[in-house]
């Protein structure tokens, strides 16, 4: 069994920041990918950032420059610093992870985190 718990997620201001965490736990063997996603009121879930176990990362194009990714393998864990942030950042924000729970197989299961909610707003 494995749970992803976000955290750090509020109400900030305009042009200001917020650091989110998400952590895996439960039965791991490895951790290839590693996500944010969010949603917003009336639109679809959209990949905001991910890194991969080589600590590949990609960004979509409206939040390069303003966030970056990064991931703890030994606490399983990742992270998104927010910088510049928008109104229009306001969402729900969800961690996704493709984790190995089993030893004698090299397939992933994808899990999602509760969510953290993010609202931009003066």
């Known amino acids: 069994q494995v749970q992803l718990v976000e955290s750090g997620g509020g109400l900030v201001q305009p042009g200001g920041s917020l650091n989110l965490s998400c952590a895996a736990s439960?039965?791991?063997?490895?951790?290839?990918?590693m996500g944010w996603y969010r949603q917003a009121p009336g639109k679809q879930r959209e990949l905001v950032a991910g890194i991969r176990s080589g600590n590949s990362a990609n960004y979509a194009e409206s939040v390069k420059g303003r966030f970056t990714i990064s991931r703890d393998n030994a606490k399983h864990t990742v992270y998104l610093q927010m910088n510049s942030l928008k109104f229009e950042d306001t969402a729900v924000y969800y961690c996704?992870?493709?984790?190995?729970?089993?030893?004698?197989?090299?397939?992933?299961?994808?899990?999602w985190g509760p969510g953290t909610p993010v609202t931009v707003s003066s």
């Open positions: 996704n992870a493709e984790i190995r729970s089993v030893w004698y197989s090299l397939n992933t299961n994808a899990y």
């Open positions: 439960g039965t791991i063997i490895s951790i290839n990918f």
